[in-house]
Each structure stands twice: as C-alpha cells, then as structure tokens.
C-alpha cells in the first residue's frame, strides 16, 4: 500500500454512459498525476496537477475527459459519453513538488466499456 | 530464456539466480529513471530510481546500472525470489518535465 488509494477500483458501463473516478494523494504530495495502461502496455501520461492548477495535458485527453482538483488534495477524473476504446485501467499517482522526485501509484480503476 | 508472450518480452529464471532486466530509450535529455515493479492488478511500485550523473545506484537485492552513452539502462535482482513474479517498467523523466515516459516492460517468471 503505498498511501495512494483510487476509487472505485472496478467500473462496468454501457457506452455512452459517463463515469467519475476518485484518487486520494498522498497528503503531503503537493503533486498528482493520471495515467492510463491497457493491457501489456506501460502506463500513458493523461494529465496533472500542483495543488489545485491543472498544468498539463496529454495529447491523449479527449475533449470527453476532464480531471479536477479543487482543494489540492483529492483529485476526480470524468468520462462523458464513453467509448469501448477507453477501456483500460486509470491510475493516479501522486509526488513531492519537482518532477525529479518518485511518483507512488495507487491501485487504479479498471473500466470496462461495454 | 527470453520469450515474447501477450506483448511484453519475458523472462524465466529459477528461485536463487540472479536476474538482469534491461531497458532502452531514446531521449537524451532524460536525467532521471526509475524502476517500477508491478503485479496483476496493481498499481506500479517503486523500486529504485538513478539519476544522471550517477551510473550505478544499489539498493536491497538490486541494483540498477545506467550507461548514458548507449542510452541503455538495467535492473539487476540478486536471489530472485518467486515474490518478484511480475511486470518490470523502467521510467523517465527530463528536468522541466514532470511526466514519466514508460518503457514497454519485461515480465519476470520465478520458477520455485
């Protein structure tokens, strides 16, 4: 466990339908991160936050997907209209401010798109 | 042995033996990698990380080896255990960056 926790840690849908995932930080990391891994692959970067700023995005991150991080603690990523190629598994991960410092993962959602 | 299986390189060992795990990539400005360990259904774990003006780094049971000229990093893991059945990914980052470019990952079997 290494203090990341994601919720839920399963999601079924029917396409179409929207889905909100949940990541708690590490609480002194001022920055975290959302990525996304399909099976045999390594995780792809989707987007990221220092406190509640949202500073970067992925190419990856459609115009479906939106990330929030209002207080600068707890972080939720949404999918509207989903797709069945969105299936995957999200994970968020979580560091001290700089980019140079080890960034621990939480356990991750795995959608499934139905 | 190596062996390609569901797209990810693989490699068998037995209980005991020492395992090495490499990795390439291809951006020279990468200045800092890491190392990920990551069972089924799991997120990724940390297991070590080396910095660029390093070109060994040790820690418990591995070690990780950076040789910048060629781009070319490694894991090394003494005594593998059955315990260290997973997916290895070696990561890196550029100063100024703060994403994490993962490689393709290389599946460790540990046979008792």
């Known amino acids: 466990d290494t203090g990341v926790s994601q919720d839920p840690r399963h999601k079924i849908t029917k396409r179409g339908q929207n889905v909100t995932f949940r990541c708690d930080p590490i609480?002194?990391?001022?920055?975290l991160y959302w990525y996304r891994q399909t099976l045999g692959q390594g995780p792809e970067f989707l987007t990221y936050?220092?406190?509640?700023?949202?500073?970067?995005k992925s190419r990856l991150l459609s115009d479906r997907f939106s990330a929030e991080r209002p207080k600068g603690s707890f972080s939720t990523l949404e999918i509207q209209r989903t797709e069945q190629g969105d299936s995957a598994m999200y994970l968020c991960?979580?560091?001290?401010?700089?980019?140079?410092?080890?960034?621990?993962f939480g356990p991750g959602t795995r959608l499934t798109v139905t | 042995g190596e062996s390609v299986g569901l797209h990810l390189p693989t490699l068998s060992v037995q209980e005991g033996d020492n395992s090495i795990i490499n990795c390439a990539y291809s951006?020279?400005?990468?200045?800092?990698f890491i190392w990920y360990k990551q069972e089924s259904g799991k997120g990724p774990q940390f297991i070590i990380d080396?910095?660029?003006?390093?070109d060994k780094r040790q820690g418990q049971r591995v070690t990780v080896l950076l040789n910048k000229t060629v781009k070319h990093l490694s894991l090394q893991i003494a005594a593998t255990q059955p315990g260290d059945s997973a997916v290895y990914f070696c990561?890196?980052?550029?100063?100024?960056?703060?994403?994490?470019?993962f490689g393709k990952g290389t599946m460790l079997l540990v046979s008792p």
């Open positions: 991960a979580s560091s001290r401010d700089s980019g140079n410092y080890e960034q621990y």
């Open positions: 609480s002194e990391h001022n920055r």
């Open positions: 936050f220092q406190n509640e700023a949202q500073l970067e």
């Open positions: 951006n020279s400005a990468s200045d800092y």
């Open positions: 080396i910095r660029s003006n390093m």
């Open positions: 990561a890196e980052n550029s100063r100024g960056y703060s994403t994490l470019t």
